[in-house]
């Protein structure tokens, strides 16, 4: 069964941080490189953060130097925290491999507002 499961939204203040976690099923995570998507009523999915299994990442100009992706191979989890905050972050964020596939979870909530 395929599952993606984000967890760790929630309402910030500007400058704040947030750690999102994502629970996903082996037959998504394992071996493959994951990545963080978000998106804004009205607007496509944008690609936010990706991480290979060996550990490589890569960030969208927008996030970069302020959030940190990262895998726990063990948990078929994988992570984002997210510093620095600006309400641009407002969204709702999903994780999903890379290239995406067509399974996505309920996503998590990011609120960033004072």
């Known amino acids: 069964q395929v599952q993606l499961v984000e967890s760790g939204g929630g309402l910030v203040q500007p400058g704040g941080s947030l750690r999102l976690s994502c629970a996903a099923s082996?037959?998504?995570?394992?071996?493959?490189?994951m990545g963080w998507y978000r998106q804004v009523p009205g607007k496509q999915r944008e690609w936010v953060a990706l991480?290979?299994?060996?550990?490589?990442?890569n960030y969208a100009d927008s996030v970069k130097g302020r959030f940190t992706i990262s895998r726990d191979n063990a948990k078929n989890t994988v992570y984002l925290q997210m510093t620095g905050l600006k309400p641009e972050d407002t969204a709702v964020y999903y994780c999903n491999a890379v290239p995406k596939t067509d399974y996505w979870g309920q996503g998590t909530q990011v609120t960033v507002s004072s």
């Open positions: 991480i290979t299994n060996s550990g490589r990442t």
């Open positions: 082996r037959s998504i995570f394992s071996g493959n490189t």
